[in-house]
């Protein structure tokens, strides 16, 4: 561990928390198209500190510490993003929201972020002193903050690959229109259909690049199973029995008919499957889960009773539980609000904050053994929802049609604190590597889960009104999709006496535990290629066309490590894709800000074509799939460049 005199140098500045709030928000409003649009959100830890690193030499000075600060705040905007999207797009889907309410999701996110944070100070000191937990996001953090690698540089491949995203994003069909969204292909083939297809997105294609080849392969071949197995056996032998959904069939070309099919039916083997990952995720996690929580609280009591160095001073024990209080109490009151009984709604408020406790723990283990990307705070939530559901029928009926609305906000609350916990203990590993002070940055992080909040429901709003969520409706056909907030939604219905297509949840649930056990064989037999369910899960439940440009981004990331001859080593694979990941995390974050910024014309105007170039200048699929192809050829020359330099 490197550490400066922490005392002498600023850390905790006004411009590093101003520059901090300002990213926080930015990289915040981005995840949450990328969530919407393809379920995944990354981490950005690492463009905020290239960001930092460029600013604060422009503005004079700018140590490593005040730097890490930047980071440590810009970060809560990935999990924050993930929280309120996952779930609380649910209570859209449900119909219990017509938009999404400005002060409840400002509580909802802002209320559980603080409260994720304040769970995670007493498992610093066990899981990144004691059990020297990988942490992986934040050591590649820190590497970049100590290498102090050029920032003008960094901030070039950032720029210039934001730029390409956002053209890539302005060309498509919610902008000028000049190439479609996707290129697909699909014909029947008796009463079976046949269906391939890839979209365009330039973010896609960076996600997959951060992702990997292994999550690549994972989440396409779930992809494959959905729409190239489970649809043409549909279609082939059970829509017979489906009248009403035949008759939807009747004209529709074979890409429609796989869409409507996928649609109305399969997708819910993805929500079989991802039920049942959740559920492994919290028996798998039952031995960490319980040694977490059990060396954090004797590693809090025992540093209330020394003086420790200035880098080891987390928030006293006495604020967290100050804070835990007074941070409970209005959620308290939005949850009596819903219900309108003591009865329920301090039940409600013992299972957040037990159920918070608990899956705050498990996500700051996993974030420090796989990564907070890779981190399964979605099969958390829908643990809790389960939990929550249960319980909740118990005390109101299984027939309450509040039920689903109380227990959606409940796994929100807990999966905004998942999140941000496994983030903070990210932000807590870079800052043991470098010598900062674990309650300045526990305080950053607070603040930029706050302001993180302040921004998502008017992104959320514009969103819904420019593309829709969730759900198709005549005005936006093909809305974001919102998987994981989908799931929620039906799983609390189904539980509340909804009506679900159960027989084929059964059959994802199946799907899923086969996925689990061929998962739990690589592992015995020490394989480096795993196949996690989740990713499956999410694979299953996207179009196709979603999943096959995040498995051509990790098949380019596999490229690269051959080019640099580096394939069997991890450390050095991770050191090699930096630049790679970079400009990937630009076209990501070029494209969902320029899906924000053209959301703003469509909502005014409302009409959804209203930057369309005229019907003469709009090229088809080929043009697509070659500015596609041109942006993948240079994500993959800038990574080989970058790989080859630093190895």
């Known amino acids: 561990m490197n550490t400066p005199a922490t005392q002498s140098v600023p850390q905790l500045t006004p411009r590093a928390i101003i520059l901090s709030v300002v990213l926080a928000m930015i990289l915040a409003a981005a995840n949450t198209y990328l969530g919407l649009f393809a379920g995944l959100t990354i981490a950005t830890a690492i463009p905020a500190a290239v960001v930092s690193m460029a600013v604060l030499r422009v503005l004079g000075g700018g140590h490593i510490l005040e730097n890490n600060i930047v980071q440590t705040g810009a970060s809560a905007g990935s999990s924050i993003a993930a929280g309120v999207i996952f779930t609380v797009p649910a209570l859209v889907i449900l119909g219990h929201w017509s938009d999404f309410k400005y002060w409840w999701v400002l509580a909802i996110a802002g209320l559980g972020g603080i409260l994720g944070v304040l769970f995670s100070v007493p498992l610093r000191r066990s899981l990144i002193v004691d059990q020297q937990l990988a942490f992986p996001e934040g050591k590649a953090a820190a590497e970049v903050l100590k290498a102090g690698e050029n920032p003008a540089s960094g901030i070039r491949v950032l720029a210039a690959a934001s730029t390409l995203g956002g053209i890539g994003k302005l060309i498509a069909a919610s902008g000028l229109r000049l190439v479609p969204d996707s290129a697909a292909f699909g014909s029947f083939v008796g009463k079976g259909i046949a269906y391939m297809g890839t979209n365009l997105s330039p973010a896609l294609l960076g996600v997959g690049y951060i992702v990997g080849l292994n999550i690549g392969i994972v989440v396409v071949a779930g992809g494959i199973l959905s729409w190239n197995i489970a649809i043409p056996i549909y279609s082939s032998f059970f829509l017979d029995g489906n009248p009403i959904l035949a008759a939807r069939l009747v004209g529709a070309s074979a890409e429609d008919a796989a869409g409507i099919i996928w649609s109305a039916e399969i997708r819910y083997l993805g929500v079989g499957a991802m039920l049942i990952g959740g559920i492994w995720t919290l028996i798998s996690l039952r031995k960490s889960l319980m040694s977490g929580i059990r060396s954090g609280l004797e590693a809090a009591r025992a540093g209330a009773s020394k003086v420790v160095a200035e880098t080891e001073k987390d928030l006293p024990m006495k604020a967290v539980l100050i804070g835990l209080i007074a941070f409970t109490l209005p959620l308290a009151g939005l949850y009596h609000a819903i219900v309108q009984n003591y009865a329920v709604s301090i039940p409600m408020t013992l299972i957040m904050i037990v159920a918070g406790f608990l899956f705050s723990s498990v996500s700051a283990y996993m974030a420090g053994l796989v990564g907070s990307s890779n981190n399964p705070v979605s099969g958390i939530t829908i643990g809790t929802i389960l939990f929550a559901s249960l ?113 084929l949840i059964w059959i994802g649930a199946a799907i899923g535990a086969a996925i689990i056990i061929c998962d739990e064989i690589l592992k015995k037999r020490g394989s480096n290629f795993r196949t996690p369910v989740l990713a499956a899960a999410v694979g299953i439940y996207l179009p196709l066309d979603l999943t096959v440009p995040i498995f051509l981004g990790g098949l380019l990331a596999h490229l690269v490590e051959r080019a640099a001859g580096v394939h069997n080593d991890p450390d050095a694979a991770e050191r090699i894709h930096r630049k790679g990941v970079l400009f990937s995390a630009g076209l990501i974050t070029g494209e969902a800000l320029l899906g924000i910024v053209i959301a703003i014309p469509i909502v005014y105007s409302g009409k959804a074509d209203v930057l369309a170039l005229p019907s003469f200048l709009q090229f088809g699929e080929l043009v697509g799939l070659a500015i596609f192809a041109v942006i993948g050829w240079i994500l993959y020359r800038v990574a080989v460049k970058g790989a080859t330099s630093s190895s």
């Not at 983030?423 to 309650?439: E, R, S, V």
């Open 391 to 503: 319980v909740l029928a118990a005390l109101m009926g299984s027939n309450a049609p509040l039920g689903p609305v109380a227990a959606i906000v409940i796994g929100a609350v807990v999966c905004c604190a998942a999140a941000v916990a496994g983030d903070n203990l990210q932000d807590l590993k870079c800052g043991y590597m470098i010598g900062a002070t674990p309650w300045r940055q526990q305080v950053m992080l607070a603040i930029g889960a706050a302001s993180c909040a302040l921004v998502m429901a008017p992104v959320l709003n514009l969103l819904a009104k420019a593309y829709g969520i969730g759900v198709p409706t005549p005005d936006h056909p093909n809305p974001l999709l919102a998987p994981q907030a989908t799931l929620m939604a039906s799983v609390a219905k189904g539980l509340f006496g909804g009506e679900l297509p159960w027989d």
